[in-house]
C-alpha cells in the first residue's frame, strides 16, 4: 500500500529548530514533487514548500522563506524539511505530500501523510 509517514514534530522554544522527514513505502519518491503543507486549528491548509522529482527545483512560501529548507534524499525514498528560527505562529500540523507536477496546489497531490504536530511554545 502506498503511503507518506511524516514524523520530526514536536514541543520546540521560539528560536529553535526541528527536522521533518516524510518517507514513502509501497511506491517510489522518484517521479514525484514533495510538498510541505501545515494547516493550523481554525486556518485553512497552507503550502509552505515544494520540491521537484530530481531536487533541482524548490519553493518556498514568504511565509517560510530564508527559514525553512526542503532537501530529498531519493535513495532513501525520503524528503526533509529543516525548519530554523522558529515562531510560535509555526504552531500546526505539518503534512507532506506527493504529486507528479512541481506544484504547491494541494489539490494537484496525490498522496499524503498523516500529519505530526509542531508546537512553538515557551
Known amino acids: 500500500q502506498a503511503q507518506l509517514v511524516e514524523s520530526g514534530g514536536g514541543l520546540v522554544q521560539p528560536g529553535g529548530s526541528l527536522r521533518l522527514s516524510c518517507a514513502a513505502s509501497?511506491?517510489?519518491?522518484?517521479?514525484?514533487?514533495i510538498g510541505w503543507f501545515r494547516q493550523a486549528p481554525g486556518k485553512e491548509r497552507e503550502g509552505l514548500s515544494c520540491?521537484?522529482?530530481?531536487?533541482?527545483?524548490?519553493f518556498y512560501s514568504d511565509s517560510v522563506k530564508g527559514r525553512f529548507t526542503i532537501s530529498r534524499d531519493n535513495a532513501k525514498n525520503t524528503v526533509h524539511l529543516q525548519m530554523n528560527s522558529l515562531k510560535p505562529e509555526d504552531t500546526a500540523v505539518y503534512y507532506c505530500?506527493?504529486?507528479?507536477?512541481?506544484?504547491?496546489?494541494?489539490?494537484?497531490?496525490?498522496?499524503w501523510g498523516q500529519g505530526t504536530q509542531v508546537t512553538v511554545s515557551s
Open positions: 505530500g506527493a504529486s507528479l507536477l512541481y506544484t504547491i496546489v494541494a489539490e494537484e497531490y496525490d498522496y
Open positions: 509501497g511506491f517510489t519518491l522518484d517521479y514525484y514533487a
Open positions: 520540491i521537484s522529482s530530481s531536487g533541482s527545483s524548490t
